[in-house]
């Protein structure tokens, strides 16, 4: 069980570094006060961006609680992957809300280019991290097709369909 938190640390980590590495890209590639007049010019669309991402994380995180109650679910919790999975889409949600609140205030305040790079920043890890989200989800729908899918053929061969010989 360590061994998978250090992977899912290093996960973050890395999301945290490809960011950083593309907001670097892209100072070095351009300018950093006309970086900071295009995010603060194009704030109020980036903060509709990211508002759409917190609306779906928290959607998806919600709809996670509701499969919990569920025999996948509870088969989650059993293994300890409900935890990983509810982690996961709460940190999208996070990110999201923070990167919409900063957008917002970049917006206002139009004068601080720390405050504009520290949005920037936000926005390019809410964006790496929508890819996660996506891959997270299309994973979780999978295991749970799976699930269902063994629960049927478990449940067929108990019930002798399967041509095997009949439980009593």
Request: glycine share 6%; net charge positive.
């Amino acid at each position: 069980m360590k061994q998978y938190r250090k992977i899912v640390l290093w996960a973050y980590v890395v999301e945290v570094l490809f960011a950083g590495l593309a907001q670097s890209a892209i100072i070095l590639l351009s300018d950093a006060p006309k970086v900071a007049n295009f995010v603060n010019d194009t704030a109020g669309a980036w903060a509709s961006f990211t508002g759409v991402l917190l609306a779906a994380a928290l959607a998806v995180w919600i709809v996670l609680f509701q499969v919990a109650t569920t025999p996948f679910g509870e088969w989650l919790m059993w293994r300890g992957a409900m935890r990983v999975y509810s982690q996961a889409f709460a940190y999208a949600v996070v990110l999201y809300a923070g990167g919409t609140v900063l957008l917002i205030i970049c917006m206002s305040i139009k004068s601080s280019q720390v405050l504009t790079h520290i949005a920037l920043f936000a926005l390019l890890l809410g964006t790496v991290n929508l890819v996660t989200m996506v891959m997270t989800t299309k994973d979780l729908l999978q295991l749970q097709a799976e699930f269902r899918q063994r629960q049927k053929e478990f449940d067929r061969e108990k019930s002798g369909t399967l041509g095997g010989p009949k439980a009593e």
